[in-house]
């Protein structure tokens, strides 16, 4: 069985800039969500790899999350370019990132990006290896819920997938001086429009609803999705919000490729920068890192990690 079929159920620059029952493919977690309130559970949660991704960076990341040992690992998406109707090309960028991410087994648990689900195609494969766009599971008491925020796939007119192909070119000749351009741009720029757009069918508010129906008494849940959908204006993302009134949960997403923190009604919305993603803007939240759950006596706690302050018993490696 691929590896992340176990799972239950930028672009360029101007890229970024109603079941009756349970929907099908999307398989509710069985484990109880009551019951084990006092296990410690370490989560890493992953930033956008891709969107014309710096070489080397999230292969580095991960040998050093290996070194961390998470009790599970969630990826917020772009894991691969995409943005191809070419079957074997797709196929290898999913070959490349699933070797890398091998050593995660089962704690590994993804949910689609723009570049990951970009086309028919994609949602084809992406549903061959790694099962339904969106999902949910249980362990230890804790409720995670995968949300796809490319449900359906969001088209892009050709010239912005044109220009995606000629950022990926730039970044293979030259990733250094090429990131250096964008940032560069970014400061002369004084807009700051919405990279893309959110789709969140009917279907999926309604297998949310069932998960949580299902499971009232979960100690804490996880709501994960790619484009942080509580910024976009998006009616079925405010049906989402709606549902969990009275939970304690936490929302986190990435796609924007710089950190971002809101607080909404006494609940933490986080949005990651990059695991190894061109950064699209310069600042504070430009960071290569890893978000580190820690869940003890029913609450979590979080600290951001940077990449290059992680390093083995051994002592740094130079990069």
Wanted: aromatic fraction near 10%; glycine fraction near 10%; charged fraction near 25%.
């Amino acid at each position: 069985m691929p590896l992340f079929r176990t799972i239950l159920g930028i672009a360029c620059l101007s890229v970024l800039m109603g079941c009756a029952s349970v929907p099908d493919g999307a398989i509710l977690a069985e484990e109880p969500a009551s019951g084990a309130q006092e296990k410690t559970l370490r989560i890493a949660v992953i930033g956008d790899r891709t969107g014309g991704h710096r070489p080397g960076v999230f292969s580095n990341a991960m040998g050093k999350l290996e070194l961390m040992d998470p009790d599970i690992v969630l990826s917020v998406g772009d894991q691969i370019e995409g943005y191809v109707a070419d079957e074997t090309e797709i196929r290898r960028q999913w070959d490349e990132v699933e070797q890398i991410l091998e050593p995660f087994g089962d704690r590994f648990h993804a949910v689609p990006g723009n570049h990951d689900y970009a086309n028919d195609v994609q949602a084809r494969i992406w549903r061959e290896r790694r099962g339904p766009p969106f999902w949910s599971f249980v362990q230890d008491g804790v409720l995670f819920v995968g949300l796809s925020t490319e449900d359906p796939p969001v088209k892009l007119p050709d010239y912005a997938i044109e220009g995606h192909r000629r950022l990926q070119e730039a970044m293979r000749r030259d990733p250094s001086a090429t990131q250096q351009r964008i940032l560069d741009a970014s400061r002369a720029r004084t807009d700051n429009p919405k990279p893309g757009e959110v789709a969140i069918s009917d279907e999926q508010v309604n297998f949310v609803r069932q998960t949580l129906e299902k499971y009232p008494d979960s100690r804490w849940t996880f709501l994960i999705m790619h484009k942080p959908a509580w910024n976009y204006n998006n009616a079925n993302f405010a049906r989402i919000e709606q549902l969990l009134a009275g939970r304690s949960f936490t929302a986190i997403a990435g796609h924007e490729h710089y950190y971002g923190y809101d607080r909404r009604g006494e609940r933490d919305f986080l949005t990651l920068s990059t695991t190894g993603g061109v950064w699209l803007k310069d600042g504070p939240g430009r960071v290569d890192h890893i978000l580190w759950v820690t869940l003890r006596d029913g609450k979590p706690g979080f600290a951001n990690i940077r990449i290059d302050g992680i390093f083995p018993k051994s002592g740094p490696i130079a990069d």
